[in-house]
């Protein structure tokens, strides 16, 4: 698939895929960037997609014709991917990466895309890395090139496109999502590192026992997991003094992780997707899953009134009438783990969390409140029947402000019937509709 006499429009940006070759022979690079794979048939994971029928491999047999976005964890194998389409076109590729390139720097790239259109050369294909950190500005200046083909647009993202990427532009792009790496994955890939690179190539001696806890540790990260093997590395080297193969002990391998970083953020998808599981544990009555989830996300460092503001609104959401209690119990929670914080607040919190998923569970005030507003909202100008309104002056009692209003509290043998509460319309709507047996 590599196309070594691929043109370089001389005088332009070269891409940083260009001098490939170069990098894989200074052992000066990291592990990860030696032995990044050059052909599809060596990438590891995501079969669906990497298929011979699957869509990702003929977007790169094709050569990149069209604009796309890759979307996945760190260490999914992103770059690795664009390095293998930047191989496989005859297309000038150009890289940017979001994190330190700005506006000028994307201007200019597009005047040369133009320049080499008009003096009939090579289309660009445009990479940049990062592309959620780019902002709204910096997006909206891509669509009309993308649109009229001045650029081929490849973009890689570890954050949702429909959340960080502005609708025009993402409708502009195939968007490719991919997970992270399986055990089995990141293992075949240290072993190929093993034996293929030249650092460790016959230098080495590891079993697969001990690649498998690397593996284990890297959490889906092929990066992770071929920095921690060169750390591995380089402490055996150091332990074995002159020998020239070196024994990798799990010792070793101990030494280099010393303790693992769990793969959260606080502010993007892991955020979001582990209070979500967090959530619908306890909504399942399965307190084992619901701790789970609470300990990845305090082990992670997020905020624990984040957590306890959820089980406030779980309380009253999903628990509701079925055990009035857990409302209660849910807002002390909050007042705990405001007044002791961490890392005592890990007790209420879970003492909370298991509460809430063995508590009777009732929405039926949050299903009569979402009736209620849609007959709101449908009935913004609906009048306050007059009865129900206060009479504070004369004029208003004479316009029949409370006229016929009867307090239930009054002990009257004689009374009218109670009047409508609400606009005659609507009267015969019922919002809450009980508790289930």
């Given amino acids: 698939m590599s196309n070594p006499n691929r043109n370089v429009t001389p005088g332009l940006q070269q891409g940083m895929f260009d001098a490939e070759s170069a990098v894989r022979r200074n052992p000066n690079v990291p592990l990860a960037a030696r032995v990044r794979p050059e052909r599809l048939s060596d990438v590891r994971g995501h079969r669906d997609l990497l298929s011979e029928e699957g869509a990702l491999s003929f977007f790169i047999e094709q050569g990149g014709a069209q604009s796309l976005i890759l979307w996945g964890p760190p260490g999914s194998g992103k770059t690795t991917l664009a390095s293998i389409v930047a191989s496989a076109t005859d297309a000038h590729f150009v890289t940017l990466s979001a994190v330190t390139n700005n506006i000028a720097d994307l201007r200019e790239e597009i005047s040369n895309a133009e320049k080499r259109i008009s003096a009939g050369g090579h289309r660009t294909i445009l990479f940049i890395d990062e592309l959620h950190r780019f902002n709204r500005a910096q997006q909206d200046g891509l669509l009309p090139h993308v649109e009229a083909?001045?650029?081929?647009?490849?973009?890689?993202?570890?954050?949702?496109?429909?959340?960080?990427?502005?609708?025009?532009?993402?409708?502009?792009?195939?968007?490719?999502?991919?997970?992270?790496?399986?055990?089995?994955?990141?293992?075949?890939?240290?072993?190929?590192?093993?034996?293929?690179?030249?650092?460790?190539?016959?230098?080495?001696?590891?079993?697969?026992?001990?690649?498998?806890?690397?593996?284990?540790?890297?959490?889906?990260?092929?990066?992770?997991?071929?920095?921690?093997?060169?750390?591995?590395?380089?402490?055996?080297?150091?332990?074995?003094?002159?020998?020239?193969?070196?024994?990798?002990?799990?010792?070793d391998i101990q030494a280099a992780i010393q303790a693992p970083t769990m793969l959260y953020d606080r502010?993007?998808?892991?955020?979001?997707?582990?209070?979500?599981?967090?959530?619908?544990?306890?909504?399942?009555?399965?307190?084992?899953?619901?701790?789970?989830?609470?300990?990845?996300?305090?082990?992670?460092?997020?905020?624990?009134?984040?957590?306890?503001?959820?089980?406030?609104?779980?309380?009253?959401?999903?628990?509701?009438?079925?055990?009035?209690?857990?409302?209660?119990?849910?807002?002390?929670?909050?007042?705990?783990?405001?007044?002791?914080?961490?890392?005592?607040?890990?007790?209420?919190?879970?003492?909370?969390?298991?509460?809430?998923?063995?508590?009777?569970?009732?929405?039926?005030?949050?299903?009569?409140?979402?009736?209620?507003?849609?007959?709101?909202?449908?009935?913004?100008?609906?009048?306050?029947?007059?009865?129900?309104?206060?009479?504070?002056?004369?004029?208003?009692?004479?316009l029949g402000y409370g006229e016929g209003y009867v307090n239930p509290h009054d002990d009257v043998e004689d009374q009218n019937p109670p009047r409508n509460n609400r606009p005659d319309a609507l009267m015969r709507n019922r919002y809450y509709l009980g508790e289930k047996d």
């Fill in 149 to 251: 083909g001045t650029i081929t647009l490849l973009g890689a993202t570890t954050e949702n496109p429909s959340f960080y990427l502005v609708a025009p532009l993402l409708s502009r792009c195939r968007v490719f999502q991919l997970s992270g790496l399986t055990e089995e994955d990141i293992l075949s890939i240290l072993r190929d590192a093993v034996d293929r690179d030249m650092n460790l190539q016959g230098s080495v001696v590891i079993e697969d026992a001990e690649l498998l806890v690397i593996a284990s540790f890297a959490s889906g990260d092929a990066r992770i997991a071929l920095n921690t093997l060169e750390a591995v590395h380089g402490i055996a080297v150091k332990r074995g003094e002159q020998n020239s193969v070196h024994k990798i002990e799990i010792t």
């Fill in 267 to 398: 502010r993007g998808d892991y955020h979001y997707d582990t209070i979500s599981a967090f959530i619908k544990s306890m909504r399942a009555s399965d307190p084992d899953s619901a701790l789970y989830w609470l300990a990845r996300m305090l082990e992670a460092g997020e905020d624990p009134q984040f957590i306890s503001r959820r089980l406030v609104i779980f309380a009253s959401e999903d628990v509701g009438l079925g055990d009035p209690t857990g409302l209660s119990m849910a807002v002390a929670t909050q007042q705990a783990t405001h007044f002791i914080g961490m890392p005592e607040a890990r007790l209420p919190l879970a003492e909370a969390t298991v509460y809430l998923a063995l508590a009777n569970k009732s929405n039926s005030t949050y299903q009569a409140y979402r009736r209620a507003a849609e007959d709101a909202r449908a009935t913004p100008n609906s009048e306050v029947p007059l009865h129900l309104r206060n009479a504070e002056t004369n004029l208003m009692r004479e």
